[in-house]
């Protein structure tokens, strides 16, 4: 179960039935949540918004005054955040980057180009081969490191020191970094390295882990000749979906980078999170159509379901929901009222995976009545099979707009 807060439940309260379900996000809470963490984190840090959390130009409107820029990982992305945040820095990392991406990447006049592979090398070598040494791209490498510590070992969705297509092993960055140092291709600089290894990490393993990146890209640089300035970490500061009212320790962990920061004078250090910042400020109402007892379970079949919201079937956990009584029943016919304590909340797929949270204390829930899903603000519209038996889509609402003044 989730507290809804005082605007939320004023717009789901005041939906009508032909709006559910709808996806609510908050602004005002996404811009308090944003520039909180901003507070928290050292001049020396600069803080991007990994777009592919959620990339609604309302919320990267919402952001776009408060983070220091934003990391996309398509030419998809980098057209359209271009377009919503226009003049904001933007870093451009993905594996597989095309030609095509990488020039309309440099015609938008991207900040950096995160580069993963000797290929991706030589295509931006070859792009840039006729800049003017006086405006060159800035380059980081970015690098699949294993830190050490068992901190990455049970991270669900680490991706760092294992096999992946992500940034380069580490046994091939000396080369690169060769090439990037010995001044071949003026039309690039080197600045430093990209690392994002994992996400759901809290901030203690998070500052271990940048510590330990910083420390190899350190060396990395020396052993080249050359000034390191910047390291990205990455993001993955974790969403506790079991939890819904904690937080990432954001103090902690913008002590720690702090820490790094001060041993490390004249580093600027970069971080990306996605779902960190804009996972609570997004909720998905919708309403109850059936309840049904199946084998001795109860179920709570809902309008809409996973292909609106994915989150807790790639994840595999229950999305923290809570219960808005309506208590006016149109139909002649009996309503359906669950019986037992608990009930299983599904959607209205064919499948069953459609499967958005078990054991949910609702004892007496009736059809009719509201379920509204909370931490809905990252990775779940946008990542959901929307087109999966044709339902409609659902409405989109957002509350507190930006302040007078901003775009
Ligand atoms: C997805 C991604 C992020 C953001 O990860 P979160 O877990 O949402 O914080 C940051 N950097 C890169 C390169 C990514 O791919």
Redesign the pocket.
Known sequence: MIALTEPVLAKVTALSGTELPAYLYDLGALRDHAAFVRAALPDAVELYY?A??NPEPEILAALSDIVDGF?V?SGGELAHVAKAVPQRPLAF?APGKTLDELTAALEHGVHRM?VESATELRMLAALTANRPASAPIGVLLRVNLAVDGGALADSA?AMGGRPTPFGLDPAQADALAAELADGRYPGLRWHGVHA?LA??LDAAELVEVAASIVNWSTALAARHGVELTEVNV????NVDYTAPESRFDWRAYGRGLGRIAEANPGLRLRI?????LTAYCGWYATEVLDVKLSHGTEFAVVRGGTHHLRTPATKGHDQPCAIVPVDSWPHPWQRPTAGQQEVTVTGQLCTPKDLLAQHVAAPGLRAGDRVVFGLTG??AWNISHHDFLMHPSPTFHFLGGLPAGTV
Not at 272 to 276: F, I, T, V
């Open positions: 990994a592919k959390a990391e990982s990392g995160h969705l994002h996400s759901g990455g993001g993955g500061m990306e999170p996605g779902r960190a990252a990775y």
